[in-house]
């Protein structure tokens, strides 16, 4: 066994270990940012890891200065913006929800999914990046509109015509299968 | 929260309590995860970065400068793997008190030929650093050096690397001799998979199964024992040509290997190497080609083996020239360039070893290579074949370590043979 790393696999090291312990929440975002597409919320996951593995290894070249002061923060942000990007560059319709992840749970919880889905899926790309981040990821106004590159103001008022959105679609059921 | 009046507390909080009872069944499969952003990660870096291709023949700098190592004890990886059974238990008899170290260039590529493969593939196999999701670890470099225990001249043995063998520590099977380090590893990481490791401890043990099989192939192939081994990765040798400084390399021929794109009905290739016959200077990236051109040779991948000791005995040269072995100053800034893509064996005292040969330091090397019977095409692959009698038999004649004095024959290997000419230290040596 190795017993001291050089530094280049020492770095390397440290990414892997970065990367499986942010992977699942990563996920967990990009699942819900996509609406439920698993494909894309994995494609997105990689696609994330992949430009944090990038940044590491740069930041690592050139010294301390360019170091990232919170590494899973900032994937959150990496991800939250290459969805985004990836909404542009393709703005074709939604995949279907077919495939679901190996899901544990109840079937409330099931149900629960399936209508918290299908609400967020008919909302707007940014529309379900701001409540993701906001209800999900419990961002506040400021964090929120640095993710967005938008103006606090800009998000909260987003934030809150997705909120009306979404209750008009999802009625009282939410807080019925909450309770369950 | 929102001062908007038209907020409603109680529909965040549902909303926040349906993401996390929605998540919190949501179970991930980390490996597709993970290996797919390094897949994309590296092709990222390499985009961004040079381009690093080659194989690893500048392991042979802890070779053939294997003393100046010594006197610095910069931290090395290591790696334990001769102390384990496999190893010891496979190892012929030392029939005196010489030294035989294995320097195992390790490219990640199956094929030398990086412009082959798609580019992300290349790409990823290309970096040989720790991650295990990625297949094809191939020994490239296989160069044994002999140091006799008198302090005598130090022979170093390349082994091609397509040589047909018997495989020990990898499947029992017959295979390219490069191949057994990625058999063992791809072996050892299904085994160890679902055992809880970290990615990284993963990689580290499942490369010292590599290790430890490329080792007992070439003890058995070569009938001898392998006492030490030194690992390069293979991103070390562009960093390794840069700290060196231009080297100067003489062919025997003007050069041309012009790169070849890829297409469907046809295997790219070519370095785009350009070289006049005669001494050149050569800058990294050039160095790079100069090792890795195996297209447009009379001998192909033979006369790449030869190229990388020429170009090993032209950097110790340089480095001897440059009074580098006396200079702890430069030592040490040389060093720290090679040191990071390096692992060596933990048993490895180095400054013994130093003192044990100080032939390695000086002009004093002589490279040969093993012989090939043929070429045969085997699974649709072309291999070399090889008798391994005959191979343990000139192995045995050129590593006995006749006092000078004993035989008038002082040019032992010359009769034996040996696949071409050897090639000296002491100078440029002019290759193909």
């Known amino acids: ?180 | 929260m929102s001062n908007d009046p038209q907020s409603d507390p109680e529909f965040e909080d549902d909303l926040a309590q349906a993401f996390a009872r929605a998540a919190a069944g949501v179970r991930t499969e980390a490996e597709p995860l993970l290996s797919g952003g390094l897949t994309r990660g590296r092709a990222r870096r390499r985009r961004r970065t040079t381009a690093v291709v080659g194989s690893i023949t500048a392991l042979a700098l802890v070779g053939a400068g294997g003393a100046f190592v010594a006197g610095l004890r910069a931290p090395v990886a290591t790696s334990n793997v001769l102390s384990q059974g496999d190893v010891q238990k496979s190892a012929p008899p030392h029939l005196d008190k010489s030294v035989n170290v294995l320097l195992i260039g390790l490219d990640s590529r199956k094929d030398m030929n990086g412009d082959d493969l798609p580019p992300q593939v290349v790409q990823d196999e290309l970096h040989a650093g720790g991650s295990s999701d990625i297949g094809g670890y191939n020994a490239d470099t296989l160069i044994v050096l002999h140091i006799p225990a008198d302090g005598g001249k130090v022979t170093a043995l390349s082994v091609p690397r397509d040589d047909y063998v018997q495989t020990v520590g990898a499947d029992g099977r017959m295979h390219k001799i490069k191949e057994a380090y990625a058999i063992a590893k791809e072996a050892a990481e299904h085994k160890l998979a679902g055992q809880g490791l970290s990615k990284a401890a993963l990689e580290q043990q499942s490369r010292d199964a590599g290790r430890s099989a490329t080792i007992q192939t070439v003890q058995d192939f070569l009938d001898i024992p392998i006492d030490h081994f030194a690992e390069l990765n293979l991103l070390g040798f562009y960093d390794i040509a840069k700290a060196v400084g231009p080297i100067q390399v003489c062919l025997n021929h003007a050069v041309s290997d012009p790169i070849a794109a890829r297409t469907a009905g046809r295997e790219g290739g070519g370095t785009g190497l350009e070289l006049p016959a005669g001494i050149s200077s050569l800058n990294a990236s050039q160095a790079l080609s100069f090792v890795r051109q195996r297209h447009n040779l009379v001998n192909g991948d033979l006369d790449r083996t030869h190229r990388q000791q020429a170009f090993l005995a032209s950097v110790g040269h340089k480095l001897t020239q440059d009074g580098l072995f006396g200079d702890l100053g430069k030592m040490q800034s040389l060093l720290g360039m090679v040191k990071k893509d390096v692992v060596l064996d933990d048993r490895w005292n180095l400054l013994d070893f130093a003192q044990q040969a100080p032939g390695l330091t000086g002009d004093n090397v002589e490279f040969n290579t093993l012989p090939i019977s043929g070429f045969k095409t085997i699974d649709g692959e072309g291999v070399n074949t090889v008798d391994p009698d005959l191979i343990k038999k000139i192995v045995q004649q050129l590593f006995t370590d006749t006092p000078a004095s004993s035989t008038p024959q002082a040019g032992q290997a010359a009769a034996l043979p040996m696949q071409g000419p050897p090639v000296k230290t002491g100078g440029i040596p002019c290759v193909n």
């Not at chain 1, 939604?94 to 918290?116: I, N, Q, W, Y």
């Open chain 1, 1 to 180: 066994m190795i017993r001291s790393s050089n530094a280049r696999e020492a770095r390397e090291a440290e990414f892997l270990e970065f990367a499986a312990g942010r992977q699942g929440q990563l996920f967990r975002s990009a699942y819900f940012l996509t609406g439920g597409d698993t494909h894309l919320a994995e494609d997105l996951v990689q696609e994330t890891l992949g430009r944090m593995y990038s940044l590491w290894h740069r930041m690592s070249w050139q010294g301390r200065a360019r170091r990232i002061e919170n590494p899973a923060g900032y994937a959150q942000t990496v991800l939250v913006r290459s969805f985004l990007s990836h909404r542009r560059r393709r703005s074709n319709a939604e995949r279907p929800t077919a495939a679901f992840p190996d899901l544990a749970g109840d079937d409330g919880d099931a149900t629960l999914r399936l209508t918290l889905f299908d609400a967020l899926a008919q909302l707007s790309a940014r529309d379900r990046a701001v409540l993701v981040l906001r209800y999900w990821e419990d961002r506040s106004v400021e964090e929120t509109a640095e993710v967005l590159r938008s103006s606090a103001g800009a998000v909260r008022t987003r934030s809150s015509r997705a909120l009306t959105r979404l209750r008009a679609l999802l009625g009282s059921s939410l807080s019925e299968l909450a309770a369950l």
